[in-house]
């Protein structure tokens, strides 16, 4: 019977690390056939395998002049080799008490010599051993077993090679699983701005562009097929000058930019550079964040039971529309308008109905006027318009024109259909003496003028035009 075969005192750790080169399941053979072709040609012997042995088993992985794959342990040279910290010479197995039972030596293959370098990691566990075996006696000199040794050490760079190759892959496939799983977009660009890897949330955050997203394309070539299928809704009607300031601001990363998208989607971008050149970008959905904020401004800035812009917001954009007038010599007009006898139908249709009122007079108002045009609810059933770029005879036709559409408006109620009728009074702003206010009271006289000449009618007043030159 074969000698026993002997178990390395660090057998646990050497399995361990077995498996985690994971050499018996994945390690290719062609860098291990070279170094068993050049030990069979060298040390001029038939047969040159590498062997890795586990509890049960010996696998070779590598083998020139042998046809089985693997052999029990209980048989193998190499298990002996392994527990060597040199190279283990058997110059006959028949002579040799460990072996000359051996079914190796006794049968086919019929071993008379073997040589074996064990395989030692770099942290000192012997796994397997590099192998020559010969059907003949023979001698192994020192510098044979230097060769076998180095041959052996070949093997172990190998598989360290392997394991850092494969280590890497792991820690990529941990990397891009990491990334996948970011509720974020996520993307990097290389140094010259081609596109290097993103995941799947980028490209459903830019799904008109998706198709683009293909590693080695430019940022550019990205932007440009997104501006063309409506992936920037803020692009349309001015694309180039929309790309360039997009390429700006992709080349100076600055803070955190907010981008709308399709559908009334909004996007958080930061983007920030690494210091290789590249750029590492995230993409965070704030839509839910931009429709709160929306609404809050709303609230701020419109009256909100009309929709129509409050007092606050009508005069601050009132007042920037006098100095742009101001800037560019455009007229300007302005107009008030009072629901006339509103209390009757307080009283007589209830407080619902004269909400309602108002709505629809907001409503007929912004389909009758221009839609730079700017509506406001002033002050309970009082309501101004501020017309740009319009002088008094236009803004007097664009007020009679809301003066009949209300006239003819009739309004369901609860208690019946509404009818009423507006007063107005308006005026032409001295862009260049009048103040917002100034003008607003001009109107309000003119107002009531209106009221007071029998309502239901549109009444101007004039503003005294200073001559430019004394006005400067």
């Known amino acids: 019977m074969p000698a026993a075969i002997p178990i390395p005192a660090d057998e646990q750790e050497r399995l361990e690390r077995l498996r985690r080169y994971r050499i018996l399941d994945t390690l290719p053979n062609e860098a291990f056939d070279r170094i068993t072709r050049l030990a069979s040609r060298l040390l001029k012997v038939p047969i040159a395998v590498v062997s890795f042995v586990d509890e049960d088993r010996q696998w070779f992985k590598s ?64 796994m397997g051993a590099l192998c020559i075996v010969d059907q003949t006696p023979r001698a ?39 990334i996948e799983a970011l509720p974020d977009g996520f993307v990097y660009y290389d140094a010259d701005d081609r596109l290097e890897m993103c995941n799947q949330r980028y490209r459903e955050i830019y799904a008109e562009s998706a198709h683009l997203m293909v590693p080695g394309t430019p940022f550019e070539e990205v932007i440009r097929g997104g501006v063309a299928n409506g992936q920037y809704p803020a692009a349309a009607g001015n694309e180039e000058a929309w790309i360039r300031n997009r390429l700006q601001l992709h080349r100076a990363t600055p803070g955190p930019l907010e981008q709308e998208l399709p559908n009334g989607r909004w996007i958080r971008i930061v983007e920030r550079r690494t210091g290789d ?18 609404a809050l ?9 009309t929709g129509a812009m409050n007092r606050r917001l009508f005069l601050d954009a009132g007042d920037r529309e006098l100095r742009r007038a101001r800037r560019y010599e455009a007229p ?46 002033y002050g309970g059933e009082e309501f101004a318009v501020l017309f740009p770029e319009t002088d008094e005879v236009a803004a007097e036709i664009a007020a009679e024109r809301l003066r009949s559409a209300i006239e003819a408006l009739e309004v369901a109620t609860e208690k019946g259909i509404v009818r009423t009728t507006i007063s107005i009074g308006g005026t032409q702003i001295d862009v260049h003496n ?21 309502r239901n009618r549109v009444q101007f007043q004039r503003a005294n035009f200073a001559p430019l030159e004394a006005a400067l």
């Open 63 to 126: 083998k020139i002049g042998l046809e089985a794959v693997e052999t029990p342990r209980e048989v193998s040279f190499c298990a002996h080799a392994i527990c060597s910290d040199d190279v283990l010479v058997v110059a006959d197995a028949r002579y040799d008490p460990r072996f000359a039972e051996n079914p190796l030596v006794t049968g086919d293959p019929r071993i008379r010599f073997y040589a074996g370098a064990p395989l030692r990691s770099p942290d000192g566990h012997n």
């Open 140 to 178: 192994f000199s020192e510098e044979d077993r230097v060769l076998l040794h180095d041959l052996a050490q070949i093997v172990i760079d190998e598989m360290e090679l392997h394991a850092l190759a494969q280590r890497e892959q792991q820690a990529r496939d941990r990397l891009f699983d990491a």
């Open 277 to 294: 050149g590249g750029l590492v970008g995230f993409r965070t959905d704030i839509t839910e964040l931009k429709e709160r904020e929306f």
């Open 297 to 305: 401004r709303r609230l701020a800035t419109t009256d909100p039971l």
């Open 332 to 377: 300007l007009s302005i107009i008030l308008l009072d629901v006339d006898f509103f209390k009757r139908i307080n009283d007589g249709f209830g407080h619902a109905a004269g909400d309602r009122v108002l709505r629809r007079l907001v409503e007929e108002a912004n389909a009758t006027l221009r839609e730079h045009d700017l509506v406001c609810r």
């Open 434 to 454: 009048d103040s917002l206010e100034s003008a607003l009271s001009r109107a309000d006289t003119a107002l009531y003028a209106a009221k007071a000449a029998g």
